[in-house]
């Protein structure tokens, strides 16, 4: 699958080009996952970026304002994780244990959504969720 390259991410998105807010928006576009500000930090350092802590969260924040990425609370971890907003929004599995999050491809909630849309008189535009519990591999070792 060819993805659209981080330079045409930035035009789309009305950001000025700048190399450092390209490393970063390709670091995060080989994520699988959502990443830790500090995991971020420490791909960057490993690729010799040299873009300080300070930066990446000023970058970071520029990404959010222009609807880039999501920021969600991640509860076993207690730490903020990030992730480039995809067309399609994602949920996930978060182990308990080993703190894995595996993503799962079909929303479940818009079922329900549509049933309190019209049960509540209610107008939903957002929804979170993430499922608790413990993968196969943690369950094995147990
Ligand atoms: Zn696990
Ligand atoms: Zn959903």
Known sequence: ?????????????????SRQRESLLDILKEQSVPITIDQLDEIVKQRNLSINLSTIYRI?????????IEKTFNVPTQSYVIELKHAHHRHYLICLDCKKMIPINHCPMHEIIEQIEKEQDFHV??????????????????
């Open 1 to 17: 699958m060819k993805s659209t390259s981080s330079r045409t991410l930035l035009e789309q998105s009305k950001l000025k080009y």
């Open 60 to 68: 970071l924040d520029a990404f959010q304002k222009h609807d880039m």
């Open 125 to 142: 535009s957002a929804h979170q969720l993430d499922i608790y519990g413990y993968c196969s591999d943690c369950i094995k070792n147990h």
